[in-house]
């Protein structure tokens, strides 16, 4: 299974060697001079790359956004989720997290019937838990102290922070690739049923 840098990465030329060394070494010696071409503009790059080289992984969270978005079965689901939050007494400003055990968890949660199915069975491995905005800033203000670029948990931070709980959900969808995680923060409309 193909297994691109987490988002956003670290450090794009390196990720974009990785991609190169693994999946078109005979190209790996031309990076440089496309690094060169595309300086200042490495992560636009690099998302390139890893739709060409590992587009399953680059389709996976668009299908979960546009199932949890569109199909009025599982947005009940979530809006399930969310009602369940409300009744523990959660702030309703507030991030719901999908934290996925495996990469294979994601194609699960993109697959309507799969997913549906499984989750009427408790046959997901799935943890499913819930920040208010309270909890969320502290944890994410630690995040930003840590070495590197974690500039998706801001990104999280801000769409918590601003989002309609009314008309809107916020999420964030996560799963481990290898030694990093594969995170995505998607806000997800409240259909009518």
Known sequence: MCQPPKEPPVD??????????RHDPDKLNE???????FKGREAQLLAAVTAKYCPDDVDRFARIVKLFSEDADVNRMLRGFDEDATAKGIDKRRLIMFKCPTVDTLVIL????????????????????????????????????APGDNAIYATTLEQTESFDPEKE????????????????????PRLSS
């Open 12 to 21: 794009a030329a390196a990720a974009i060697k990785q991609l190169y060394a």
């Open 31 to 37: 990076v440089d001079a496309l690094l060169t071409k």
């Open 110 to 145: 993109g697959d309507k019937q799969n997913l549906m199915t499984r989750m009427s069975s408790n046959g997901v491995e799935l943890d499913i838990s819930y920040l208010p905005i309270e909890q969320l800033r502290p944890m994410v203000a630690q995040i930003l102290e």
């Open 169 to 188: 959900m916020s999420l964030l969808v996560c799963a481990p690739s290898g030694a990093e995680n594969l995170v995505r923060p998607m806000l997800v």
